[in-house]
């Protein structure tokens, strides 16, 4: 391999020659072997947004010239077409501020942009970097990066889901099932009402995830190296927050607190709650299509799942619920992946939290996680979901629980009784209470009916 050589404050640096990045960028790949795990790509593009919006309030401010910001705007519009994605090779396992993955941003926009304009144009410490420190780059890059993705990957998977049971819950209206609490059978319920608590989950999961985006939303940037925006023009953090907006759609704020947002990641510690909250639902919705399709024939039947591929090696046309497996491993992940951003979010010490990288790799999991899962699920498993209505309907009629319509007419120790008498000598719940000589066949009628049984008394 052929190399070039760079300088920093250290010293002289062997780089690839055909690399964009310089000194410290490559100083990093040679202390910190450690993993696989790399910055995520959607982190890199914030950092681009950042480095184009800082450009152009820096050059409003007269730190920079206008060649120069138009040099950094060029080269981070290519970053963001993913155009120079090969250039960004940094290990999450580095340095807890995250400073060498802000140097490696701003030495591939130096470097590209100086080999465009033939001539040393751009530093990326003076230039790129200019008005700012790692210290409130990388927080304001993980805050932009997790609102990006938040609402135009996350939010709109689950909208999709949200959708599709509403379909269900409108093709399935009027059929009445048997309920279920502590895995016993209950009273019964329409099919479209436990079905439209699955899509209150997740609605309510969107509502969350809303809720936690405010304080998303509110930038580092501006805080520099303590908090104190040191070498920052006055007003720089809601300055390059508003040029932020403008470029992104999404409305960033300055923090109001600098002092936190450099060593407090509570923000991201709650969205990562409200993370863990939908995988929590997730998990509920996943597991009762499994349980409910559980069979064909020796469970309980009362769905159909897609058969989207064969479920076994060894049992020729078995049908298992992939994706509901697929999806409760997701959620589990996203559970682990909260502790560690919980764990991390509590190591801020004195003007710094150095646990950042962690944070930004797991939140960047947590979102594509769940995004591609819930639309995985959703295409492969929800869409394809049908009712067995005479498997619900056998169901229904051999249910015991059936007996508390009894309750008002003839009392709880009755109806638990007939309830017991029937189990006891495998009856339906009809013959336990003739044969009790509690009601006669006439009243059971006229009391026992489901219909009556999905709603409140009038």
């Known amino acids: 391999m052929e190399y070039r050589i760079e300088h920093d404050v250290l ?30 790509p959607v982190l890199i593009d914030a950092f681009a947004y950042l480095k184009m919006a800082c450009a152009i309030v820096n050059e409003k401010e007269h730190k920079i010239t206008c060649e120069q910001k138009d040099a950094i705007l060029e080269v981070g519009k290519m970053i963001v077409d993913r155009k120079l994605a090969d250039q960004f090779p940094l290990a999450i396992w580095q340095t807890g501020s995250g400073t060498q993955t802000n140097m490696n941003v701003n030495e591939v926009i130096t470097h590209v942009a100086n080999v465009k304009a033939n001539k040393n144009l751009l530093h990326p410490n003076d230039s790129v970097n200019c008005s700012q420190s790692s210290n409130d780059t990388f927080p304001s890059a993980l805050h932009i990066m997790t609102a990006i993705e938040a609402k135009t990957l996350l939010i709109p998977a689950i909208e999709e889901c949200i959708e599709t049971l509403k379909q269900l819950e409108e093709v399935n209206r009027g059929i009445i099932k048997i309920g279920r609490t502590h895995l016993q059978d209950a009273t019964p319920l329409y099919v479209s009402d436990e079905l439209s608590g699955w ?11 809303r809720a936690a985006l405010p304080a998303i939303c509110e930038l580092a940037i501006g805080a520099t190296a303590v908090g104190s925006g040191l070498n920052a023009p006055e007003n720089y953090g809601p300055n390059v927050c508003a040029v932020l907006s403008d470029m992104t759609g999404i409305d960033f704020v300055s923090d109001p607190n600098f002092f936190h947002a450099l060593t407090s990641k509570d923000a991201c510690a709650f969205f990562s709650g409200a993370l863990k909250g939908l995988a929590a639902n997730a998990m509920k919705i996943a597991n009762d299509v499994r349980w409910l ?3 064909p024939r020796c469970g309980i039947g009362e769905l159909e799942i ?61 979102i594509h996680l769940l995004a591609d899962a819930l639309r995985s699920f959703n295409q492969n498993c929800l869409k394809g979901v049908k009712v067995n209505k005479q498997k619900t309907k056998e169901n229904l009629e051999h249910s015991l629980m059936l007996v508390t319509s009894l309750n008002p007419v003839i009392g709880y120790e009755n109806a638990g009784k007939a309830a017991r008498y029937a189990f006891e000598h495998n009856l339906l719940l009809k013959d336990a209470v003739l044969e009790l000589n509690l009601l006669s066949a006439e009243q059971f009628d006229e009391l026992v009916v489901p219909e009556k049984m999905v709603k409140p008394l009038k």
């Open 306 to 366: 897609p058969a989207n591929e064969p479920g076994s090696s060894i049992m020729p046309g078995k049908v298992n619920p992939t994706q509901s497996e697929a999806l409760t491993m997701v959620a589990i992940q996203v559970m682990a992946n909260d502790s560690a951003i919980g764990f991390a979010a509590s190591q801020g010490n004195f003007e710094l939290n150095v646990f950042m990288p962690l944070i930004a790799y797991n939140l960047d999991q947590s």
């Open 293 to 295: 399709a559980s069979g």
């Open 11 to 40: 010293g002289e640096v062997n780089v690839p020659k055909d690399a964009c990045w310089m000194s410290q960028t490559q100083r990093s790949l040679e202390n910190f072997k450690i993993g696989t795990e790399k910055m995520p």
């Open 199 to 209: 899509r209150s989950m997740l609605e309510h999961s969107i509502e969350h995830i």
